[in-house]
């Protein structure tokens, strides 16, 4: 809708005033900009991070691109209603993921590629590598010998590692990360890998990792 009483030339004469109606008078971008704060699904906590994301969006006013503040978290909306998947951690394509990636032609003698899991990373501080596997299935040499060196390797360069081998019961349709198991895990430079005494989720100690490098859990 236009703003009454101004024209095309009171807004080439105060060009700010133009860029606020542009944005605002685009009802898709004010529906973003309510739905990204006042999201109902979002904790007090996360409603509180993205206010401060609004400090922002007077420089982009004020440089004519506000279309940058809203493409920028366009990209977190997974397009199911307002679910945002930085938030509820769901797969932004699962169709996608279904086709497997297939490394034939990618073997060189006994050598050659490998997948894994999940890694997670801690602002460079902790690395976490997650193995998971169905009940009773062993892990592949490979994949051992590469959590094995990439703990060693992470923890050469300054960083603390963790590599994760997890197990899940079987006839599951998806699999929780956060309900597997803790069947072994490695720390750092360890040579040999750690069999819990109690019975850990990766949720578990996920926590207590993420609780040692920033004193709380999210």
Not at 69 to 77: P, V
């Amino acid at each position: 809708m236009p703003l009454m009483g101004c024209g095309p030339h009171f807004f080439n004469r105060w060009p700010i005033v133009g860029r606020f109606h542009t944005v605002f008078s685009n009802k898709l971008c004010f529906s973003r900009l309510f739905s990204f704060v006042a999201h109902s699904k979002m904790s007090i906590r996360e409603r509180q991070k993205n206010c401060i994301a609004f400090i922002f969006l007077p420089i982009c006013f004020l440089l004519g691109r506000a279309d940058l503040f809203f493409s920028a978290f366009e990209n977190t909306h997974n397009g199911e209603g307002n679910d945002f998947c930085m938030n509820c951690g769901q797969i932004r394509d699962l169709d996608e993921m279904m086709i497997p990636v297939i490394f034939e032609g990618l073997f060189y003698g006994k050598k050659g590629p490998t997948d894994m899991d999940g890694v997670f990373e801690l602002d460079d501080k902790v690395w976490i590598m997650y193995e998971v596997k169905r009940k009773g299935v062993v892990m592949q040499q490979g994949q051992k010998l590469l959590m094995e060196r990439f703990t060693r390797d992470m923890h050469k360069a300054g960083k603390d590692a963790y590599a994760l081998f997890c197990e899940h019961e079987p006839g599951l349709d998806k699999i929780p990360l956060k309900d597997c198991i803790i069947k072994s895990y490695l720390f750092n430079d360890h040579k040999d890998w750690i069999i819990p005494k109690k019975t850990y989720t990766v949720k578990e100690m996920t926590d207590a990792i993420y609780k040692q490098v920033y004193g709380v859990v999210a």
